[in-house]
């Protein structure tokens, strides 16, 4: 499932540095994924907080 709030040129930046799912962003944390794509702290941040809030938001709507 995409998540609309990244966009196209986040997406191939994440997939040409190895990252091919939300889960593996999730679990390389902040550092290594500022190391891996070259983004900086605050957009790095910004994109786990979106796919956290993601997340959160698909596990509420389908626990019902």
């Known amino acids: 499932t995409d998540v609309e709030e990244i966009s196209d040129d986040l997406r191939t930046t994440l997939l040409n540095a190895g990252f091919t799912s939300a889960d593996e962003i999730l679990d390389a944390g902040l550092e290594q994924l500022m190391n891996a ?4 702290e ?6 786990l907080n979106t796919l956290n809030t993601y997340f959160d938001e698909y596990q509420e709507n389908n626990a019902e």
């Open 37 to 40: 794509t070259g983004l900086g």
């Open 42 to 47: 605050e957009e790095g941040q910004d994109l």
